[in-house]
């Protein structure tokens, strides 16, 4: 079994203010003890240090189940990131202009190479090469950005600004609204995924 993780990400978060809104964030999950203070060796991305969770974790998740996997902390995770939900592939992408899903995937979930072709190397452009990753909607002809597609299940998410938790119970709706609330009320995604 592989190790289970979730990511909340902030869809409006720019490149400016994603410090500073994630530091909010955390300061309030600090203070509610839903995760620690101190930095432990706790999470299985970035540099393997994230907080742990505090004694009132529960009051993040719907079903809290005893926390013992060592890899069991919050990741803060800033900067442009495609952040995605490691195993498996997207099922389809939805053009932000005219709301058309792309299939990505075959009866069988193979990806459809010929599907993919509008999107390929846009990730990379966006997230490394700091572009736009314009993808021209197969249905509309229309471009847009990469970081606007919405994708099925939120598999992927563009984003400035994303909070990992890595081995924890599922996080309960009213929690992650309200940490878009304590975001300004920016749109978010959550991404459910197992490495
Ligand atoms: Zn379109």
Redesign the pocket.
């Known amino acids: 079994m592989g190790d289970y993780f979730q990511t909340i990400v902030d869809l409006d978060a720019t490149e400016r203010d994603a410090q500073e809104l994630g530091a909010r964030v955390l300061d309030w999950l600090i203070a509610q003890g839903i995760v620690n203070a101190e930095r432990t060796d706790c999470v299985l991305d970035g540099d393997g240090y994230g907080h742990e969770p505090g004694p009132h974790f529960a009051k993040a998740v719907d079903d809290p189940e005893p926390v013992d996997l060592w890899s069991n902390g919050l990741h803060v995770q800033t900067g442009r990131t495609v952040f995605d939900s490691g195993q498996g592939d997207a099922g389809a992408a939805t053009?932000p202009?005219?709301?058309?899903e792309i299939r990505l995937v075959d009866e069988t979930w193979q990806p459809i190479e010929s599907a993919w072709a509008p999107f390929q190397g846009r990730f990379h452009d966006w997230a490394e090469q700091g572009g736009e990753g314009i993808v021209h909607?197969p249905?509309?002809?229309?471009p847009s950005g990469i970081d606007r597609w919405s994708w099925e299940d939120d598999y992927y998410a563009c984003g400035q600004l994303g909070f990992t938790f890595w081995g924890w119970a599922e996080l309960s709706s009213g929690f992650t609204r309200e940490v878009g609330r304590k975001l300004g009320g920016h749109r978010t995604a959550v991404l459910r995924g197992k490495l």
């Open positions: 053009c202009l005219c709301l058309t909607c249905s509309c002809a229309r």
